[in-house]
Protein backbone atom coordinates (compact mmCIF):
# COMPACT_ATOMS: atom_id res chain seq x y z
CA UNK A 1 0.00 0.00 0.00
CA UNK A 2 1.38 3.58 -0.80
CA UNK A 3 2.83 5.60 1.83
CA UNK A 4 1.23 9.21 2.44
CA UNK A 5 3.39 11.93 -0.05
CA UNK A 6 6.65 13.51 2.15
CA UNK A 7 5.56 17.31 2.52
CA UNK A 8 9.44 18.69 1.46
CA UNK A 9 10.66 22.25 0.24
CA UNK A 10 12.18 20.55 -3.13
CA UNK A 11 12.85 17.57 -5.25
CA UNK A 12 15.81 17.35 -7.46
CA UNK A 13 15.53 14.66 -10.07
CA UNK A 14 18.57 13.73 -11.48
CA UNK A 15 21.88 14.07 -9.08
CA UNK A 16 24.51 14.59 -11.67
CA UNK A 17 26.48 17.61 -11.49
CA UNK A 18 23.63 20.11 -12.30
CA UNK A 19 21.40 18.49 -9.95
CA UNK A 20 23.71 17.85 -7.22
CA UNK A 21 25.13 21.69 -6.76
CA UNK A 22 21.33 22.38 -6.49
CA UNK A 23 20.22 20.26 -4.36
CA UNK A 24 23.70 20.51 -2.19
CA UNK A 25 23.22 24.09 -2.41
CA UNK A 26 19.39 24.51 -1.49
CA UNK A 27 19.87 22.02 1.23
CA UNK A 28 22.49 24.18 2.66
CA UNK A 29 20.25 27.14 2.54
CA UNK A 30 17.92 25.36 4.78
CA UNK A 31 15.68 23.86 2.20
CA UNK A 32 14.19 20.40 3.12
CA UNK A 33 15.58 18.93 -0.14
CA UNK A 34 14.97 15.14 -1.89
CA UNK A 35 17.59 14.18 -4.63
CA UNK A 36 16.47 11.29 -6.17
CA UNK A 37 19.29 9.38 -8.51
CA UNK A 38 19.19 6.43 -10.30
CA UNK A 39 22.78 5.74 -10.86
CA UNK A 40 26.17 7.06 -9.54
CA UNK A 41 25.61 10.49 -7.62
CA UNK A 42 27.58 12.86 -9.83
CA UNK A 43 26.16 11.61 -13.12
CA UNK A 44 28.73 10.88 -16.05
CA UNK A 45 31.28 13.04 -15.73
CA UNK A 46 33.56 12.38 -12.77
CA UNK A 47 32.72 8.05 -13.50
CA UNK A 48 32.51 8.05 -16.84
CA UNK A 49 33.19 11.40 -18.63
CA UNK A 50 35.60 14.54 -18.09
CA UNK A 51 37.42 13.13 -14.89
CA UNK A 52 38.51 9.96 -16.07
CA UNK A 53 39.02 10.46 -19.75
CA UNK A 54 40.92 13.21 -18.92
CA UNK A 55 43.54 11.07 -17.09
CA UNK A 56 42.68 8.70 -20.06
CA UNK A 57 43.90 11.79 -22.69
CA UNK A 58 46.96 12.80 -20.09
CA UNK A 59 48.77 9.24 -20.45
CA UNK A 60 48.32 9.36 -24.08
CA UNK A 61 49.97 12.75 -24.17
CA UNK A 62 52.91 11.69 -21.65
CA UNK A 63 53.60 8.57 -24.69
CA UNK A 64 53.42 10.96 -27.66
CA UNK A 65 55.78 13.94 -25.80
CA UNK A 66 58.15 10.90 -24.83
CA UNK A 67 57.91 9.79 -28.83
CA UNK A 68 58.95 13.81 -29.29
CA UNK A 69 62.23 13.66 -27.52
CA UNK A 70 64.31 12.36 -30.88
CA UNK A 71 65.05 15.49 -32.71
CA UNK A 72 64.69 17.30 -29.38
CA UNK A 73 66.50 16.06 -26.38
CA UNK A 74 68.05 12.82 -27.31
CA UNK A 75 66.72 9.16 -27.79
CA UNK A 76 63.63 7.58 -26.10
CA UNK A 77 61.97 3.81 -26.10
CA UNK A 78 58.25 4.06 -24.95
CA UNK A 79 56.47 1.06 -23.75
CA UNK A 80 53.31 1.62 -23.51
CA UNK A 81 51.80 0.16 -20.66
CA UNK A 82 47.42 0.54 -20.38
CA UNK A 83 47.52 -1.49 -16.51
CA UNK A 84 48.30 2.22 -14.17
CA UNK A 85 45.90 4.42 -16.28
CA UNK A 86 43.09 1.87 -15.32
CA UNK A 87 44.23 1.97 -11.92
CA UNK A 88 44.12 5.70 -11.76
CA UNK A 89 40.49 5.36 -12.95
CA UNK A 90 38.97 2.87 -10.56
CA UNK A 91 41.23 3.70 -7.59
CA UNK A 92 41.86 7.07 -7.54
CA UNK A 93 39.15 8.76 -9.87
CA UNK A 94 35.93 7.00 -9.30
CA UNK A 95 36.63 4.71 -6.11
CA UNK A 96 35.78 1.88 -8.24
CA UNK A 97 31.95 3.63 -9.34
CA UNK A 98 30.99 4.22 -6.01
CA UNK A 99 29.66 6.75 -5.25
CA UNK A 100 29.44 6.85 -1.10
CA UNK A 101 31.51 10.35 -0.96
CA UNK A 102 29.24 12.20 -3.06
CA UNK A 103 26.46 10.46 -1.48
CA UNK A 104 27.75 11.88 1.99
CA UNK A 105 28.71 14.99 0.57
CA UNK A 106 24.89 15.72 -0.20
CA UNK A 107 23.37 14.54 2.78
CA UNK A 108 25.80 16.31 4.97
CA UNK A 109 24.74 19.30 3.58
CA UNK A 110 21.23 18.50 5.08
CA UNK A 111 19.44 16.70 1.70
CA UNK A 112 18.33 13.74 1.76
CA UNK A 113 18.80 11.29 -0.71
CA UNK A 114 16.75 8.56 -2.27
CA UNK A 115 18.42 6.24 -4.52
CA UNK A 116 15.72 4.87 -7.69
CA UNK A 117 13.66 5.81 -10.89
CA UNK A 118 11.59 9.45 -10.10
CA UNK A 119 7.93 9.06 -11.97
CA UNK A 120 6.52 12.60 -11.94
CA UNK A 121 2.99 12.55 -11.06
CA UNK A 122 1.61 15.37 -11.04
CA UNK A 123 2.90 19.55 -9.97
CA UNK A 124 5.16 18.98 -7.74
CA UNK A 125 4.92 15.88 -6.69
CA UNK A 126 7.79 12.78 -7.53
CA UNK A 127 7.47 9.57 -6.43
CA UNK A 128 9.99 7.30 -5.69
CA UNK A 129 9.00 3.28 -5.18
CA UNK A 130 5.86 3.23 -2.95
CA UNK A 131 7.01 6.42 -1.83
CA UNK A 132 5.75 9.80 -2.87
CA UNK A 133 6.99 13.47 -2.14
CA UNK A 134 4.81 16.65 -2.44
CA UNK A 135 7.36 19.52 -3.31
CA UNK A 136 5.93 22.93 -1.95
CA UNK A 137 8.45 24.98 -3.71
CA UNK A 138 8.90 23.04 -6.75
CA UNK A 139 10.98 20.44 -8.94
CA UNK A 140 14.10 20.58 -10.43
CA UNK A 141 14.77 18.20 -13.42
CA UNK A 142 18.22 16.92 -14.22
CA UNK A 143 18.35 13.96 -15.60
CA UNK A 144 20.95 14.34 -17.83
CA UNK A 145 21.67 12.19 -21.31
CA UNK A 146 22.32 8.93 -22.42
CA UNK A 147 24.35 7.66 -25.28
CA UNK A 148 22.08 7.46 -28.71
CA UNK A 149 22.11 4.36 -30.13
CA UNK A 150 21.58 4.64 -33.52
CA UNK A 151 19.21 2.42 -35.52
CA UNK A 152 21.71 0.15 -37.43
CA UNK A 153 20.73 -3.08 -38.51
CA UNK A 154 22.30 -5.97 -36.48
CA UNK A 155 23.83 -3.42 -33.83
CA UNK A 156 21.14 -4.21 -31.38
CA UNK A 157 22.19 -7.27 -29.04
CA UNK A 158 25.73 -7.07 -30.02
CA UNK A 159 28.45 -6.25 -27.23
CA UNK A 160 28.55 -2.75 -28.37
CA UNK A 161 30.51 0.28 -26.56
CA UNK A 162 29.88 3.62 -25.20
CA UNK A 163 31.60 5.81 -23.28
CA UNK A 164 31.23 3.93 -20.17
CA UNK A 165 32.51 0.86 -21.21
CA UNK A 166 35.71 2.47 -23.47
CA UNK A 167 36.61 4.40 -19.61
CA UNK A 168 36.10 0.82 -17.78
CA UNK A 169 37.95 -1.26 -19.72
CA UNK A 170 40.56 -2.79 -17.58
CA UNK A 171 42.69 -4.20 -20.60
CA UNK A 172 42.36 -2.70 -24.33
CA UNK A 173 41.70 -4.59 -27.42
CA UNK A 174 43.99 -5.00 -30.50
CA UNK A 175 41.62 -3.10 -32.36
CA UNK A 176 38.53 -0.74 -32.30
CA UNK A 177 36.04 0.87 -34.81
CA UNK A 178 34.75 3.67 -33.73
CA UNK A 179 30.65 4.87 -35.06
CA UNK A 180 31.41 9.02 -34.74
CA UNK A 181 33.81 11.73 -35.16
CA UNK A 182 32.99 14.25 -32.57
CA UNK A 183 34.63 15.07 -29.57
CA UNK A 184 34.13 11.84 -27.48
CA UNK A 185 34.73 9.55 -30.65
CA UNK A 186 38.06 11.65 -31.42
CA UNK A 187 39.48 11.93 -27.96
CA UNK A 188 38.79 8.00 -26.84
CA UNK A 189 40.06 6.87 -30.53
CA UNK A 190 43.74 9.02 -30.11
CA UNK A 191 44.18 7.52 -26.51
CA UNK A 192 43.39 4.21 -27.48
CA UNK A 193 45.59 4.42 -30.54
CA UNK A 194 48.30 5.68 -28.77
CA UNK A 195 48.25 2.30 -26.43
CA UNK A 196 48.74 0.50 -29.44
CA UNK A 197 44.97 -0.37 -30.87
CA UNK A 198 44.64 -0.37 -34.00
CA UNK A 199 41.61 1.97 -34.54
CA UNK A 200 39.19 3.36 -37.67
CA UNK A 201 36.87 6.49 -37.01
CA UNK A 202 33.84 6.21 -39.28
CA UNK A 203 31.74 9.63 -39.41
CA UNK A 204 29.16 10.57 -41.65
CA UNK A 205 29.55 13.68 -42.16
CA UNK A 206 32.20 15.25 -44.56
CA UNK A 207 34.45 15.90 -41.82
CA UNK A 208 35.19 15.59 -38.16
CA UNK A 209 34.06 17.77 -35.26
CA UNK A 210 31.60 19.22 -37.80
CA UNK A 211 30.40 21.54 -35.56
CA UNK A 212 33.70 23.13 -35.13
CA UNK A 213 35.55 25.10 -37.44
CA UNK A 214 36.94 23.83 -40.66
CA UNK A 215 40.47 24.34 -39.85
CA UNK A 216 40.30 22.36 -36.52
CA UNK A 217 38.75 19.39 -38.44
CA UNK A 218 42.12 19.51 -40.20
CA UNK A 219 44.04 19.64 -37.52
CA UNK A 220 42.22 16.93 -35.54
CA UNK A 221 41.99 14.60 -38.83
CA UNK A 222 45.89 15.19 -39.34
CA UNK A 223 46.77 14.46 -35.50
CA UNK A 224 44.98 11.64 -35.45
CA UNK A 225 46.71 9.91 -38.92
CA UNK A 226 49.90 10.63 -37.10
CA UNK A 227 48.88 8.57 -34.42
CA UNK A 228 47.79 5.84 -36.78
CA UNK A 229 44.02 6.09 -36.58
CA UNK A 230 42.38 5.32 -40.16
CA UNK A 231 39.50 7.82 -40.94
CA UNK A 232 36.69 7.46 -42.76
CA UNK A 233 34.15 10.60 -43.46
CA UNK A 234 31.30 10.66 -45.10
CA UNK A 235 30.11 7.37 -45.17
CA UNK A 236 27.79 5.83 -42.47
CA UNK A 237 27.19 2.05 -40.76
CA UNK A 238 24.57 0.48 -42.67
CA UNK A 239 24.65 -3.02 -41.18
CA UNK A 240 26.97 -4.76 -37.98
CA UNK A 241 28.02 -8.50 -37.31
CA UNK A 242 29.39 -9.99 -34.32
CA UNK A 243 31.50 -13.19 -33.80
CA UNK A 244 34.29 -13.24 -31.85
CA UNK A 245 34.33 -9.63 -33.64
CA UNK A 246 32.79 -6.67 -35.13
CA UNK A 247 31.89 -6.52 -39.00
CA UNK A 248 30.73 -3.39 -39.73
CA UNK A 249 29.33 -2.53 -43.62
CA UNK A 250 29.50 0.54 -44.53
CA UNK A 251 26.80 2.44 -46.87
CA UNK A 252 30.15 2.19 -49.85
CA UNK A 253 29.72 -1.34 -49.38
CA UNK A 254 33.53 -1.51 -47.80
CA UNK A 255 33.22 -3.90 -44.26
CA UNK A 256 35.63 -3.07 -41.72
CA UNK A 257 36.47 -5.46 -38.74
CA UNK A 258 37.38 -4.75 -35.40
CA UNK A 259 37.70 -6.53 -31.96
CA UNK A 260 35.76 -4.25 -30.65
CA UNK A 261 32.99 -1.44 -31.71
CA UNK A 262 32.49 1.90 -29.51
CA UNK A 263 29.47 3.86 -30.37
CA UNK A 264 30.34 7.60 -29.81
CA UNK A 265 27.12 8.85 -32.31
CA UNK A 266 25.81 11.52 -30.00
CA UNK A 267 23.81 12.21 -26.78
CA UNK A 268 19.49 12.67 -25.87
CA UNK A 269 18.03 14.20 -22.83
CA UNK A 270 16.86 11.79 -20.97
CA UNK A 271 13.10 12.89 -20.65
CA UNK A 272 11.16 9.40 -21.28
CA UNK A 273 9.06 8.21 -19.31
CA UNK A 274 9.66 10.71 -16.59
CA UNK A 275 5.96 11.70 -16.42
CA UNK A 276 6.65 15.19 -18.06
CA UNK A 277 3.79 14.99 -19.76
CA UNK A 278 1.68 15.03 -15.86
CA UNK A 279 2.87 18.82 -15.19
CA UNK A 280 2.50 20.00 -18.32
CA UNK A 281 5.79 19.14 -20.28
CA UNK A 282 6.47 17.59 -23.92
CA UNK A 283 7.61 14.14 -22.46
CA UNK A 284 8.31 13.92 -26.19
CA UNK A 285 10.98 16.84 -26.41
CA UNK A 286 14.56 16.34 -27.34
CA UNK A 287 15.40 19.16 -24.94
CA UNK A 288 13.42 21.29 -22.15
CA UNK A 289 12.98 24.69 -22.74
CA UNK A 290 13.72 27.11 -20.03
CA UNK A 291 13.74 30.87 -19.89
CA UNK A 292 17.16 32.85 -18.76
CA UNK A 293 15.83 31.61 -14.71
CA UNK A 294 16.33 27.89 -15.95
CA UNK A 295 12.40 27.94 -15.38
CA UNK A 296 10.37 25.38 -17.70
CA UNK A 297 7.15 25.41 -16.42
CA UNK A 298 5.83 27.31 -13.11
CA UNK A 299 7.58 25.84 -10.34
CA UNK A 300 9.94 23.44 -12.38
CA UNK A 301 13.51 24.00 -13.45
CA UNK A 302 15.49 22.31 -15.47
CA UNK A 303 19.28 22.29 -15.78
CA UNK A 304 22.17 20.52 -17.36
CA UNK A 305 21.83 19.04 -20.58
CA UNK A 306 18.37 18.24 -20.59
CA UNK A 307 17.89 22.49 -21.44
CA UNK A 308 19.96 21.60 -24.89
CA UNK A 309 22.61 24.25 -24.08
CA UNK A 310 25.75 22.46 -24.14
CA UNK A 311 26.59 18.79 -22.64
CA UNK A 312 29.29 19.86 -20.74
CA UNK A 313 30.09 20.29 -17.04
CA UNK A 314 31.06 24.05 -16.90
CA UNK A 315 27.25 24.51 -18.65
CA UNK A 316 25.40 22.36 -15.85
CA UNK A 317 27.25 24.09 -13.22
CA UNK A 318 26.63 28.19 -14.55
CA UNK A 319 22.84 27.12 -15.09
CA UNK A 320 22.46 25.22 -11.18
CA UNK A 321 24.00 28.75 -10.20
CA UNK A 322 20.91 30.26 -11.70
CA UNK A 323 18.28 28.06 -11.00
CA UNK A 324 19.74 28.39 -7.01
CA UNK A 325 19.81 31.77 -6.98
CA UNK A 326 16.16 31.88 -8.70
CA UNK A 327 14.56 29.37 -6.12
CA UNK A 328 15.94 31.10 -3.11
CA UNK A 329 15.07 34.65 -4.60
CA UNK A 330 18.73 36.16 -5.10
CA UNK A 331 18.27 37.84 -8.33
CA UNK A 332 21.15 38.11 -9.93
CA UNK A 333 22.09 37.51 -14.08
CA UNK A 334 20.32 35.55 -16.16
CA UNK A 335 21.62 32.96 -18.45
CA UNK A 336 23.57 34.71 -21.23
CA UNK A 337 25.05 31.82 -23.93
CA UNK A 338 26.94 34.14 -25.84
CA UNK A 339 30.39 33.13 -24.66
CA UNK A 340 29.70 28.97 -24.55
CA UNK A 341 33.42 27.36 -24.14
CA UNK A 342 34.24 24.11 -25.30
CA UNK A 343 37.45 22.21 -25.17
CA UNK A 344 37.79 18.79 -27.45
CA UNK A 345 40.52 17.33 -25.55
CA UNK A 346 42.80 16.17 -28.72
CA UNK A 347 46.42 16.29 -28.78
CA UNK A 348 46.60 19.50 -30.09
CA UNK A 349 43.88 20.72 -27.37
CA UNK A 350 40.85 22.39 -29.02
CA UNK A 351 39.36 25.17 -27.72
CA UNK A 352 36.68 27.17 -28.79
CA UNK A 353 34.21 29.93 -27.55
CA UNK A 354 31.02 31.57 -28.78
CA UNK A 355 30.11 31.40 -32.57
CA UNK A 356 31.81 29.58 -35.96
CA UNK A 357 32.53 31.38 -38.94
CA UNK A 358 29.75 29.75 -40.75
CA UNK A 359 27.16 30.51 -37.53
CA UNK A 360 28.25 34.34 -37.37
CA UNK A 361 27.57 34.53 -41.57
CA UNK A 362 24.12 33.10 -40.95
CA UNK A 363 23.45 35.37 -38.27
CA UNK A 364 23.83 37.89 -40.79
CA UNK A 365 26.75 39.77 -38.88
CA UNK A 366 29.31 42.19 -40.73
CA UNK A 367 32.15 39.04 -40.38
CA UNK A 368 35.66 39.62 -40.04
CA UNK A 369 37.98 36.83 -39.63
CA UNK A 370 41.95 36.96 -37.99
CA UNK A 371 43.88 33.99 -37.98
CA UNK A 372 47.48 32.75 -37.52
CA UNK A 373 48.75 29.36 -37.58
CA UNK A 374 50.42 28.42 -34.26
CA UNK A 375 53.76 27.16 -35.22
CA UNK A 376 54.11 30.49 -36.92
CA UNK A 377 54.15 32.57 -33.25
CA UNK A 378 57.40 32.43 -31.31
CA UNK A 379 56.37 30.02 -28.63
CA UNK A 380 55.33 27.92 -31.60
CA UNK A 381 58.20 28.16 -32.92
CA UNK A 382 60.50 27.45 -29.40
CA UNK A 383 57.64 24.47 -28.79
CA UNK A 384 58.69 22.86 -31.98
CA UNK A 385 57.50 19.12 -32.34
CA UNK A 386 53.52 18.75 -30.83
CA UNK A 387 52.94 22.50 -32.07
CA UNK A 388 50.39 22.02 -34.71
CA UNK A 389 47.12 24.43 -34.61
CA UNK A 390 45.65 28.08 -35.14
CA UNK A 391 44.14 30.81 -33.63
CA UNK A 392 40.86 32.17 -35.32
CA UNK A 393 38.69 35.11 -34.29
CA UNK A 394 35.61 36.13 -35.52
CA UNK A 395 34.66 39.53 -35.03
CA UNK A 396 31.32 41.31 -35.78
CA UNK A 397 32.93 44.64 -37.83
CA UNK A 398 29.62 46.89 -36.69
CA UNK A 399 30.05 46.52 -33.42
CA UNK A 400 33.63 46.20 -32.86
CA UNK A 401 33.82 43.15 -31.02
CA UNK A 402 34.28 39.67 -30.93
CA UNK A 403 31.48 37.02 -30.95
CA UNK A 404 33.60 33.68 -31.15
CA UNK A 405 37.20 32.16 -31.91
CA UNK A 406 39.11 28.89 -31.15
CA UNK A 407 42.22 28.43 -29.80
CA UNK A 408 44.67 25.08 -30.70
CA UNK A 409 47.41 23.85 -30.11
CA UNK A 410 49.42 22.14 -27.19
CA UNK A 411 47.65 25.01 -24.78
CA UNK A 412 44.51 25.46 -26.54
CA UNK A 413 41.92 25.29 -23.86
CA UNK A 414 43.70 27.46 -21.30
CA UNK A 415 44.80 29.87 -24.21
CA UNK A 416 40.77 30.08 -24.43
CA UNK A 417 40.30 31.61 -21.00
CA UNK A 418 41.07 35.02 -22.65
CA UNK A 419 38.74 34.95 -25.59
CA UNK A 420 35.81 33.68 -23.32
CA UNK A 421 36.46 36.97 -20.91
CA UNK A 422 36.50 39.43 -24.28
CA UNK A 423 33.24 37.46 -26.02
CA UNK A 424 31.10 37.52 -22.40
CA UNK A 425 32.19 41.27 -21.41
CA UNK A 426 32.00 42.56 -25.12
CA UNK A 427 35.62 43.95 -24.83
CA UNK A 428 36.01 46.44 -27.68
CA UNK A 429 38.76 45.27 -30.22
CA UNK A 430 40.29 48.48 -29.74
CA UNK A 431 41.27 47.87 -26.17
CA UNK A 432 41.75 44.17 -27.04
CA UNK A 433 44.76 45.16 -29.80
CA UNK A 434 46.41 47.75 -27.18
CA UNK A 435 46.54 44.70 -25.05
CA UNK A 436 50.16 43.87 -23.65
CA UNK A 437 50.20 39.86 -24.40
CA UNK A 438 53.79 38.00 -22.19
CA UNK A 439 56.25 37.30 -24.49
CA UNK A 440 56.86 34.34 -25.70
CA UNK A 441 53.56 32.40 -24.96
CA UNK A 442 50.85 30.73 -26.85
CA UNK A 443 48.47 33.28 -25.62
CA UNK A 444 50.60 35.88 -27.62
CA UNK A 445 49.02 34.85 -30.55
CA UNK A 446 46.15 36.40 -29.58
CA UNK A 447 47.46 39.53 -30.33
CA UNK A 448 49.20 38.40 -33.76
CA UNK A 449 45.58 37.21 -34.89
CA UNK A 450 43.68 40.32 -33.45
CA UNK A 451 45.92 42.56 -36.03
CA UNK A 452 44.16 41.34 -39.10
CA UNK A 453 41.06 42.52 -37.43
CA UNK A 454 41.87 46.23 -36.98
Known amino acids: MASEARQVDVVVVGLGVGGEEVAGRLAAAGLQVIGVEHNLVGGECPYWGCIPTKIMVRAGDALAEARRIPGLAGTSSVQPDWAPVAKRIRDEAT????DKVAVDRFTGKGGTFVRGTATITGPGRVRVGDQEYAATRGLVIATG????IPPIEGLAGTPYWTNREAVEAATLPASMLVLGGGAIGCELAQVYARFGVRVTIVEGSARLLAMEEPESSAVAAAALTADGVTIRTGVRASR???SDGF?????????????????????AARLTDLGLETIGLDSGARFLDVDDRMRAGENIWAVGDVTGNGAFTHMAMYEADIAVRDILGQGGPGADYRARPRVTFLDPEIGAVGLTERQAREAGLAVQVGQVPLAYTSRGFVHGPGNEGHIKLIADRDRGVLVGGTTAGPSGG????????AIHAEVPISTLLSTIWAYPTFHRGLGDALKALA
Request: hydrophobic share 50%.
Open 240 to 242: VSY
Open 95 to 98: DDWN
Open 247 to 267: QVTLSDGSVLAGERLLVATGR
Open 414 to 421: EMLGALSV
Open 145 to 148: TAAV
